[in-house]
């Protein structure tokens, strides 16, 4: 039988997703939240967000006091007709395209302040061993998808 991937509650028969209604209306909770600090810039929250610690790994410095939950967050982009037909050239012909550059780090930036927020919303302060992975969508790879994933964490400050 099927269980809840949050708390572990059984999942009956015909029950579709991952989670038990309760986890399901609490996954929704942190959602509208998230877009609440997002949409209304609550100043606290938004505080709280910069001060979370992103490392690759866990530092022997850092006591980690309580671990809580895997975190990701997830920026799907796509690249315009001018970006692609210009990265085709520069493909041909060598060199950088500043253009696609400047996408891929703008949306490294978005997920992993998003990943910061899912770690706001669960009471971390901290997210350890960070992962970004990048995945493309489309077979003309003019959609990709940039993954950040890590390990929410309290550390003593």
Aim: charged share 25%; hydrophobic share 45%; aromatic share 4%.
């Amino acid at each position: 039988m099927a269980k809840c991937a949050r708390c572990g509650a059984k999942l009956g028969f015909t029950h579709v997703g991952n989670y038990c209604p309760s986890c399901t209306a609490e996954n929704s909770n942190k959602a509208a939240e998230a877009m609440r600090i997002e949409s209304h810039g609550d100043l606290e929250a938004n505080r709280r967000i910069g001060a979370i610690l992103l490392t690759t790994e866990t530092a022997p410095n850092l006591k980690i006091t309580k671990r809580i939950e895997i975190v990701t967050a997830e920026c799907a982009f796509g690249m315009n007709i001018f970006k692609d037909l210009f990265a085709g050239v520069r493909d041909i012909v060598g060199g950088r395209s500043k253009a696609v550059q400047q996408t891929l780090r703008d949306a490294r930036r978005t997920a992993l302040y998003e990943l910061k927020v899912e770690a706001d919303l669960v009471g971390a302060n901290a997210v350890v061993a960070v992962d970004l992975d990048y995945v493309e969508l489309s077979a003309a790879a003019s959609m990709v998808m940039l993954v950040a994933s890590g390990t929410a964490v309290v550390v003593e400050t």
